[in-house]
């Protein structure tokens, strides 16, 4: 539940979305998110949940022609990441994401996590080291992976890619993380593992998450957002949107009526 | 409630269950009306078929419970119609105890046929009563039939009043076995009808209350008469 002493990590204000070619495909947004909560994105597909999400790190500004109207705001800096002035390399440290199909380079699982800290210039081998095992464990991997740190990370099974994936968004010591259906390409137990680590991971970050299976969002989240057509529908804490949605709209899609 | 889900069996297996329960609920308020008319007249072979016909209340029951957790298995109901479903699970419970109460008015009635009178008390004011209280239960009924959350006041009012009738009655009754300590064994018989059917209508205000959290996603159980009030008539 929101109280009064619940801080922002950040927000949306007022924020839209233009990809090139004119599509607006996240319309007049403002939202906020809890820190050190939860908060999950639902919508049937095109609805421009991944976009908006895809926002947060600027992931948006590595094809031309897109277009930001409004503001993304950082507490308690007051940072609008969404400022051109403002790099989006320093905003992928402090926000990083994680995808749906788990994507680890075709480097040593070592590697992988060491990548973030050696884009910061990170050379101190004991210090690498460290923060590799320090992520390693906070993905919940350490112990499946630690005598064979050398090793491909593509050796591995996808739900320890995935938590390799994590464990690589985790080294740099994001201060939120976004997910985006970080589960839909792992079976039911790696899936229960990724939640449980979601939920883990929430006492030190704040994270977003895009999924699409609403359970899912049920089970993990503390907010929902529900977004249709770029706009957003209904936000609420997950008890309330799951139990009694105030919009019609909300109600349809979650009980499996949309349209 | 009005949409239709994508899966199509869903709707079937909702629809179904839902007409369980309304099925339940008939056949409850017949067994009230058995019961009572078994109880004024005499009739001791209606009140027989009054509690042999209990284990029907008692099957629905278990039915209505065991599709009821089958939809929560496999369909994770969710909103509107989770509360459907819980509010279900809830009702046939209050269904099923409305039914006991039946059988129990049933067998007093058998035992008021059978014995001897000495006196033969009055049934009008009990037989009012069970009329208010097969009203409620209607009237409940019928609210989740058509999702209606502002029933619940009226029932309510009408709770006041059974409860005001059932103190009257035993008021009356008291003075009976004052006045002649001979009436006291038929005196408490007839007490405990009257107290079977005031319960019947706080069974009857749960479910109403049930179809509030049902429409609205609000619990009005255990507030106060404004408060109620609020909540049910808030659009």
Known sequence: MVTATTPLKAEARNLNFIYNGGNRAVKNLSMPLYENKITALIGPSGCGKSTFLRCFNRMHDLYPGNKYEGQIVMHPDNTNILDPAVDPIEVRMRISMVFQKPNPFPKS????????????????????????????????????????LQDLAFNLSGGQQQRLCIARALATDPEIMLFDEPTSALDPIATANIEELMSELSNKLTILVVTHNMQQAARVSDYTAYMYLGELIEYGDTDSIFTHPTRKETEDYITGKFG | MQNEHIFKQYDAELENVRAKVLEMGSLVEQQIVDALEALVSSDSALANAVIKKDHRVNALEVQVDEDCSHIIARRQPAAGDLRMILMMVKTITDLERIGDEATKIARFAKKICETDRMWSPRFAEIKAMANLTRDMLRMALDAFARSDATKVLDIAHMDEQVDEQFHLTMRQLITFMLEDPRTISMSLEVMFVAKAIERIGDHAKNISEYVVYMVKGKDVRHISMEEMEQEALRP
């Open chain 1, 109 to 148: 699982i070592y590697e992988n996590v060491a990548y973030g800290l050696r884009v910061r210039d990170i050379k101190n081998k004991r210090l690498i080291d460290e923060k590799v095992e320090e992520a390693l464990k906070g993905a919940a991997i350490w112990n499946e992976v630690k005598d064979r």
